[in-house]
Structure formats: C-alpha cells, structure tokens
Nanobody, 122 residues
Framework: QVQLVESGGGLVQAGGSLRLSCAAS????????MGWFRQAPGKEREFVAA????????KYADSVKGRFTISRDNAKNTVYLQMNSLKPEDTAVYSC???????????????WGQGTQVTVSS
C-alpha cells in the first residue's frame, strides 16, 4: 500500500510562488498516476492537476492553467506542484492522491495524503 505525505505549504503574498511536494512510500509509485486536489473552507474538494505514471501527459483545472505545473521524479518517489502567480483564491488545503488508472477520474483515486495548507495573502 502506498502512503503519501505532502510538504511545502505555507503563507505567501499574492503573486508569489510555492512548490509542493508529495513523497510516496512503496515500490509501486512509478506505476501510479498522481493528482493534486485542493479544498478551501466551506467548499468542496476540487481537482487541480494530474500526471500519468510516466510523466508524459498531464492535465489542469482551468483556474490554474498557465500558473501551476505538475511534475514527478519516479527515482525519488515524489510528485511536485509548482505554483506561480498565486492568488488569494488559491488558498486551500492541498492534497495529493494516487491511482492505478492511466488518467483517473476523481472516483478512481484510492490513496490520499493528509494535505498541506497554502495561504495566499492579498
């Protein structure tokens, strides 16, 4: 079973950048698609970005396209989310998730991390 631990969250001013990391335990990480999600207070969890097991394909929510980049290093069992030009509306708890599907639907993610808080001040 894969376990996921996020890091890299914090407080940043609008227009700033953060890089989130999600470290995975287990030897099967390189075969899993990975996704990033976020949940703001009082709102439902929303999809942010996803990447296939080999890093060749990725997709993004419209709200983050051009600002966020998902990447992975299978040798380090880690997936990243580079967040640039941050806005106050990006404030949320960010979680990573894993799936055995190639490019998973939301209901196909079956392993989740605990999340890391990102706060963007105006």
């Amino acid at each position: 079973q894969v376990q996921l631990v996020e890091s890299g969250g914090g407080l940043v001013q609008a227009g700033g950048s953060l890089r989130l990391s999600c470290a995975a335990s287990g030897r099967i990480f390189s075969s899993l698609a990975m996704g990033w999600f976020r949940q703001a207070p009082g709102k439902e969890r929303e999809f942010v970005a996803a990447i296939t097991w080999n890093g060749v394909n990725s997709k993004y929510a419209d709200s983050v396209k051009g600002r966020f980049t998902i990447s992975r290093d299978n040798a380090k069992n880690t997936v990243y989310l580079q967040m640039n030009s941050l806005k106050p509306e990006d404030t949320a708890v960010y979680s990573c998730a894993a799936s055995s599907a190639t490019m998973p639907r939301l209901d196909e993610y079956d392993v989740w991390g605990q999340g890391t808080q990102v706060t963007v001040s105006s």
